[in-house]
């Protein structure tokens, strides 16, 4: 091989390096967490138990170019302003990442969810853990996922779960799996409700919540161990524990944070939930949760999925429904388009 060859060789592997794309898929929390800890480490303030979903996902190609002047994002095939919230949050991570790559060149991100965005449907857990990992690779970090989780977990703290399969906890500053995706034969309907972003961020409604819920000290102390309690009966595979477990932990984030005065919930989420409880009743065992935002997501064992599914899709202001079930981490896809 010539030197020319060599060098052409060398310049198209450092290229290689400096651009990747990673594929996350959002989670959501079975036993949820609502309030950080003291200080700017975006630490949680109670544990939580999430369980990763295929059948959403988000792909982020991250690509640093020294001729770059500042970073740039393409959101959903749309640039985003340089102080645009989403823009400068993807900032903030890039600029850790270039810290430990001790770097200064800008960064190109194109980032794609299949599914709505920053309407309560974790689209941030999914977009910060895919960005995580595409930026760490790029920037030519041999990070191990703990290390990119914690990356992920300091823009947005249910991301740092996303970096793993299937069934995650998040304890403090440490995201684990704690079963894969088989502990449970779980299918997770997500009842659409709204194709809009959402009014509050889950940060400000935690920042309200906690400075005025009189019901935030409970919230932290039950949250603690019900989570316990739920981790025990995963590992037992009992799905009907888990499923009262969830329902419970979400009408308990969601009344701690009403009392504040931060409503997530709209009629078509009420509706839904009156269904998923009327459908319990009648024999259907489903149990449902609700997030930072307007969709309900029904819990129901594979083999009755279906039947879940049709009674859902007829509740009026449900739009469509999303069918997920437990999936794997974030993972890298070969190599820079
Ligand atoms: O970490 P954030 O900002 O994505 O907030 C997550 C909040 C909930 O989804 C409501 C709870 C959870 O544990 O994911």
Redesign the pocket.
């Known amino acids: 091989m010539t030197v020319k060859q060599t060098s052409a060789l060398a310049g198209a592997q450092q290229d290689q390096a400096r651009a990747a794309t990673a594929l996350a898929h959002p989670?959501?929390?079975l036993a949820?967490?609502?309030g950080k800890r003291e200080g700017d480490g975006n630490i949680?303030a109670v544990p939580?138990l999430?369980v990763t979903l295929s059948g959403m996902s988000t792909t982020t190609t991250v690509s640093f170019d020294d001729t770059l002047v500042d970073d740039e994002l393409v959101l959903n095939g749309e640039p985003q302003a340089h102080d645009a919230r989403a823009k400068v949050r993807a900032t903030q991570l890039l600029d850790r990442v270039r810290a430990a790559a001790s770097t200064t060149s800008r960064a190109r991100i194109e980032s794609v969810n299949d599914f709505p965005t920053a309407s309560g449907l974790?689209s941030?857990?999914s977009g910060f853990a895919a960005l995580a990992l595409a930026s760490a690779t790029a920037a030519g970090l041999d990070w191990d996922p703990s290390r990119v989780a914690d990356l992920a977990r300091r823009s947005?703290?249910?991301?740092a779960r996303s970096l793993f399969s299937g069934f995650v906890e998040l304890e403090g500053l440490i995201a684990r799996a704690v079963a894969g995706p088989a502990a449970l034969d779980l299918r997770v309907l997500v009842c659409v409700t709204t194709e809009a972003e959402k009014a509050t961020?889950?940060?400000v409604g935690?920042k309200l919540t906690q400075a005025a819920s009189p019901y935030y000290e409970a919230w932290v102390t039950d949250a603690t161990r019900s989570h316990l309690t739920m981790r025990d009966a995963l590992l037992r595979g009992d799905f009907s524990h888990v499923g009262e477990l969830a329902e419970r932990s979400a009408l308990a984030?969601h009344a701690c944070a009403m009392a504040a005065g931060i409503v997530y919930v709209t009629g078509a989420t009420l509706s839904a939930l009156a269904e998923v409880r009327a459908m319990r009743a009648s024999g259907l065992e489903t149990y449902g949760t609700i997030?930072?935002g307007p969709h309900l997501k029904c819990l129901v064992r594979a083999e009755e999925a279906v039947r879940a599914r049709a009674r859902l899709e007829a509740v009026p202001g449900v739009l469509r429904i999303i069918e997920t079930a437990p999936g794997d981490g974030a993972r890298l896809l070969g190599g820079p388009p």
């Open positions: 989670n959501i929390a949820k967490y609502w949680p939580s999430s974790a941030s857990a947005s703290a249910s991301a961020s889950s940060t935690m984030m997030d930072a």
